[in-house]
């Protein structure tokens, strides 16, 4: 019997999509992804930062919006306020940009999420999922600016290993560069299996329960360095 992955289960209804994204390319690809999910379903999608506002102003509240950052009326960080403030609608970003200061100023602002547009279509997929279950998804690259935010990173500070061993310091280390499980089992002359084996060690002793959570927990402790 095949076994689905533990973030494809356990989900009771269709998840209700707004997405904020003036790029038509991008759009069509946010349709595609949905489409190939009987868990996603697109309420709205509109270029503009007012468009999306008129949606939430009238009612029409999905469960979560991706939301670009750039948009020709302003930014998503505008629209990220205002839903957060009006509803109980979840963000998550869904952007070209990032530098400290995109990721920290949406997260400030209420972003449940951020993602960068390179994301795969299985993590787009699986972080939706999980903003839903009240994780916040972070890309790789992005995590890193959280440090100087929560006061991370400092280089005299004690470091413990968790219990991490050497192997799961290295498999965390190579995802945080944005390697994917199959290159980091062949840098590590590995099996995928070994891999995944690292991993659940990982989340057990972590405490986590995703790769983005892992990563930006271990960037916190001073586990990894990239």
């Known amino acids: ?32 992804v949905a489409n190939q999910s009987d868990r996603l379903e697109v309420m709205f999608t509109e270029e503009s930062v007012s468009a999306a506002k ?6 029409l ?30 963000c998550l ?32 997929m699986r972080s939706i999922e999980q903003t839903i279950r009240g994780a916040n998804p972070i890309s790789p690259e992005a995590a890193t600016h959280l440090l ?6 400092n280089e005299t500070a004690p ?13 965390l280390t190579y995802f945080a560069k944005g390697l994917s499980y199959k290159e980091t089992a062949e840098m590590m002359s590995v099996s995928v299996h070994t891999v995944n084996d690292h991993v659940k060690n990982i989340y057990s002793k972590l405490s986590v ?5 892992a990563i930006f927990e271990a960037l916190q402790l001073g586990l990894i360095k990239i």
């Open 1 to 32: 019997m095949t076994m689905l992955p533990h973030w494809k289960q356990k989900v009771s209804k269709r998840i209700r999509i707004g997405v904020l994204e003036d790029d038509p390319d991008m759009q069509a690809y946010v349709q595609y």
């Open 54 to 59: 008129a949606h939430i102003d009238v009612g």
């Open 61 to 90: 509240t999905p469960d979560l919006c991706l939301v670009d950052l750039q948009l020709p009326d302003g930014s998503g960080v505008e629209f990220i306020r205002h839903v957060t403030a009006s509803s109980k609608t979840k």
């Open 93 to 124: 970003v869904l952007t070209i940009l990032g530098d400290r200061t995109s990721v920290i100023t949406a997260l400030e602002a209420g972003a449940h999420g951020y993602l960068l547009k390179d994301s795969s279509e299985s993590m787009i």
């Open 148 to 153: 100087s935010l929560l006061g991370g990173g």
């Open 159 to 171: 470091t413990l290993d968790h219990g991490l061993t050497v192997k799961e310091r290295e498999v």
């Open 209 to 213: 329960h995703s790769k983005s959570e």
